[in-house]
């Protein structure tokens, strides 16, 4: 008894069921692709902004630690020594005084802004 491929109807809708699984997978797959390729450019673009971040905070701190030494070796040495080379009483040194405070209370007020 031979046996002979049937190219009827079933067959044929048996094709096309194979192909449009086909195509379905390959479209699945596509968008777990499109997903997995976004995560990663959004990876790479945070990693890049936070290098970049901490690269601007150490050039901030070496910044700072130019400026801290070239003022110690000038010999100022915060604000009550500065307070202390006015004499007690003296014009001078309530204005100092008097510009302390305001700085102060702009200090005070930039902190409360910011921390909001």
């Known amino acids: 008894m031979s046996r002979t491929r049937g190219t009827g109807p079933a067959r044929q809708a048996a094709s096309s069921l194979w192909l449009v699984e086909t195509l379905a997978t390959v479209l699945v797959g596509l968008f777990l692709l499109a997903g997995i390729v976004q995560l990663a450019a959004t990876r790479a673009a945070d990693q890049h902004h936070e290098s ?65």
């Open 52 to 116: 970049a971040l901490m690269r601007r905070q150490a050039e901030g701190r070496t910044a700072l630690e130019a400026v801290a030494r070239e003022l110690r070796m000038a010999g100022y040495a915060g604000c009550a020594r500065l307070a202390d080379r006015f004499p007690a009483g003296s014009a001078e040194r309530a204005e100092f005084q008097r510009l302390l405070d305001r700085n102060g209370e702009a200090i005070k007020a930039l902190k409360a802004q910011f921390a909001d």
